[in-house]
């Protein structure tokens, strides 16, 4: 039997690049709740809520768009190289696709949004032309999501991640610019503008690739994954993140039932908290290639062997960040907003915060590892109990009939992450040895 080989560098080297373009996601997202929350403080309740609908759709879209990733590097195991430029082609067309539906159902929904579920008039009103202005740019974004993911499966996720940090900047000076006289709605349209940029971009660096012909990037007909197979991957992908990114909409739901402050204060930390998740979900990504790639040579121990390197990654990872954010709570705190009452209540958090980044962020790493491997449901049921179930009931008895506020809301998702990490690692060490059989794969 051949030993199977070390993982570490290799993921290492994708595992930078990949998380520093995830970290350019919510970067863009921090950008302009620093800027809200100093240039116009009381604008921070309705960027909060203006986000929450749409990052429901923007995370249920990405997960479809999963499918890309996961097939185009199963295609490079299989030395099919022009499967992987099939997969990318027919991710960007879900990828209109989904953004065209995500846009439709807010501008539908509306202000009911928001008043469905308790929230007061004078909340969502203000709430409502956010949510509009960024659902124009969803699209945009699943896009360069779709463009991204074929790159981190071709190995050159450094053109995405150099793309990324680029509109950031962008955002930044447009925020700057915008924020002072338009408020949350003018950080809104900096979103927008940015992600134009994105999309626009990407594509252009994809079409002139230097191995574009390898890939059959402009070739229209070639052999590579079905739609089908693309939604058979994308699909759970999908739910399980609707499901946990619903739920976290909803945990804001609940902080904007308590009061004005709560979700300013809670919408912060989730915030931080998305920051350094997005490392675990480059982690994540990075797996879910080597696993791939692995299961596309038919070697079943190179894909435990990946796996298993990036759960202990990924809890390196987050037990140093969990450190840092305990070491600078309270610079933390007043970099995110000038107003002293909420910036202190911030820092006297952080220690709960510091607790959820190991399980939320294992869990993420080891439901990429299953699905790469072609374990694709279990993830999402395991979603849906933690998240769906767990999290919003504990979040709503903690935070409203407990009166524990935005701790009751970190502490339930503390909860909900370690049951979720702890169902799929009994899983992964169930499956991570075993052959995959043909017949499992989308």
């Not at 209109?96 to 539908?108: C, E």
């Not at 002139?208 to 229209?220: C, E, Q, S």
């Not at 907003?337 to 993420?364: E, F, K, N, R």
């Not at 935070?399 to 690692?425: R, T």
Request: proline letters at 4%; a neutral charge; aromatic letters at 10%.
């Amino acid at each position: 039997m051949v030993a199977s080989r070390s993982y570490v560098a290799d993921l290492l080297r994708l595992a930078g690049p990949v998380a520093l373009a995830r970290l350019g996601i919510i970067g863009m997202g921090i950008a302009d709740v620093i800027v809200v929350g100093q240039l116009a403080p009381d604008e921070l309740p309705y960027q909060a809520l203006g986000w929450a609908p749409t990052a429901v759709f923007l995370v249920a879209g990405i997960g479809l768009l999963q499918g890309v990733q996961v097939l185009a590097a199963r295609a490079i195991g299989e030395n099919k190289p022009e499967g992987a430029g099939v997969a990318l082609r027919r991710g960007l067309i879900l990828a209109l696709i989904a953004g065209f539906f995500s846009y439709m159902l807010m501008w539908l929904g509306g202000e009911r949004l928001f008043t469905a579920f308790g929230i007061d008039a004078s909340l969502a009103g203000p709430s409502t032309p956010v949510m509009m202005v960024l659902a124009l740019s969803v699209p945009l974004h699943l896009v360069y999501v779709a463009g991204t993911f074929f790159l981190e499966a071709i190995k050159k996720p450094g053109i995405s991640t150099a793309i990324m940090w680029s509109a950031n900047v962008l955002n930044v000076g447009l925020n700057l610019v915008w924020v002072p006289e338009h408020g949350a709605v003018g950080s809104a349209w900096a979103t927008v503008v940015a992600r134009v940029f994105l999309a626009g971009t990407i594509l252009l660096c994809i079409w002139f690739l230097r191995d574009a012909r390898l890939y059959g990037l402009r070739k229209w007909k070639a052999d590579g994954p079905s739609y089908n197979a693309l939604l058979g991957v994308g699909v759970a992908a999908a739910v399980s993140q609707a499901v946990e990114a619903g739920a976290f909409s909803a945990m804001t739901v609940i902080a904007g039932r308590i009061g004005a402050d709560v979700v300013s204060a809670y919408q912060i930390i989730l915030n931080l908290m998305a920051f350094v998740f997005m490392t675990a979900l480059g982690v994540g990504a990075a797996t879910a290639v080597l696993v791939s790639e692995a299961v596309g040579r038919g070697a079943p121990q190179d894909a435990a062997r990946a796996g298993w390197t990036g759960i202990a990654i990924n809890a390196v990872v987050m037990i140093v960040a969990a450190i840092i954010i305990l070491v600078f709570a309270g610079p933390i705190g007043r970099a995110y907003t000038a107003d002293v009452a909420i910036a202190g209540l911030i820092a006297s958090l952080m220690w709960i915060a510091a607790l959820v980044l190991h399980p939320d962020g294992a869990q993420v790493v080891i439901a990429s590892a299953l699905r790469a491997r072609g374990d694709n449901w279990f993830p999402t049921f395991s979603h849906i109990l933690a998240y769906a179930v767990i999290m919003p009931v504990l979040g709503y008895w903690l935070a409203e009939v407990q009166g524990m506020g935005v701790a009751g809301l970190l502490f339930a998702i503390f909860w909900a992450s370690v049951a979720s990490a702890g169902v799929l690692i009994l899983r992964w060490w169930a499956l991570a040895a075993r052959p995959v059989a043909q017949a499992e794969l989308p």
